[in-house]
């Protein structure tokens, strides 16, 4: 477990991290969510145990990572732009990091490699901003370290081989003990493998956990009336967090027991009603607004 105890780090004065305070279990993608500036990096690095927190603490498994080889042992951080000798190639690279990492396992480099058709042999320095993105995460993935710390992995990667990086993650959490934290700004590339998430905004944590289960008890409900004027109704009788209305198609984010909603809908007479699975964006955007947040805000 990772366990950041109110850390705060400045940089000339300026607050990047402001008093954060969570948990990233055991096992599982976690994500941290923010925009260019929100801290995100800044918090990787601290956890990574390269910048030092000016208060607070981070523990991985009960032990601090600063200055403790030991623990830096079980833990891989991937920058946003990583490292490589000037006329190296992925080959090479994964001698150095066997260096760094003992564990490290070359074969499934390899493996890998192929399964993202990657050339093992070629100069990194020939490759696209994806594939040396590709390129790093497979060592990283390979390093066999507990932990590891990624920094906008997903960016600058096309959507089949995202998918297929997904399927890495998954396929290593399954198979061992081990525990991803994401930086990204892009809710879309979170929603569909991260178990948490946090948001962060502006140094500070906004909020924390898995959003879905705290939504259990708001619901989408998509409504064809007859004619205009549902949504106002509706907010009479029910708590209403968000609705929007096209025409006579109505589509609302609703707080409550699913069978009241249902209720005062179908007194309204409409066409058609149904509940719709929510995306991660509007379980967002209902539990920040409760929290006095615009989470369009956060995120732009």
């Not at 951080?77 to 001698?95: I, Q, T, V």
């Not at 906008?152 to 399927?167: I, Q």
């Not at 929007?244 to 069978?259: A, M, S």
Request: aromatic share 10%; glycine share 8%; charged share 30%.
């Amino acid at each position: 477990m990772i366990e950041i105890k109110n850390a705060v780090k400045y940089f000339e004065g300026n607050c990047a991290v402001n008093h954060v305070s969570l948990e990233i279990p055991e096992g599982i993608l976690f994500g941290l969510l923010g925009t260019n500036g929100a801290g995100k990096s800044t918090l990787l690095r601290m956890m990574a145990g390269i910048l030092k927190a000016d208060e607070g603490e981070i523990l991985f498994d009960g032990k601090s990572g600063y200055e403790n080889p030991e623990c830096k042992a079980e833990v891989c951080y991937l920058p946003d732009s990583p490292y490589y000798f000037p006329n190296a190639g992925l080959k090479e690279m994964a001698r150095f990091y066997e260096a760094q990492y003992p564990k490290l396992e070359y074969e499934s480099v390899r493996y890998m490699a192929d399964m993202l058709n990657l050339d093992v042999d070629l100069p990194l320095r020939t490759f696209s901003k994806g594939m040396k993105r590709q390129a790093f995460l497979i060592l990283a993935l390979c390093a066999g370290t507990k932990y590891l710390l990624c920094d906008e992995v997903f960016d600058g990667l096309d959507p089949v081989v995202t998918e297929a990086v997904k399927s890495l993650f998954r396929r290593e959490i399954k198979e061992r003990k081990f525990t991803v934290a994401v930086a990204s700004h892009k809710l879309q590339d979170l929603e569909d493998i991260c178990g948490s998430i946090a948001i962060l905004h502006k140094g500070g944590l906004v909020r924390a956990g898995d959003m879905r289960k705290k939504a259990e008890n708001i619901w989408k409900i998509q409504c064809v009336f007859r004619e205009t004027g549902a949504v106002e109704k509706l907010k009479e009788k029910l708590e209403v967090l968000r609705g929007y209305q096209d025409g006579y198609f109505v589509t609302l984010l609703v707080k409550g027991r699913l069978e009241e909603i249902q209720s005062e809908i179908w007194k309204l007479g409409p066409v058609f009603s149904g509940e719709m699975p929510m995306t991660l964006e509007e379980v967002f955007l209902a539990e920040m607004e409760e929290t006095g947040y615009d989470i369009r805000k956060v995120l732009q």
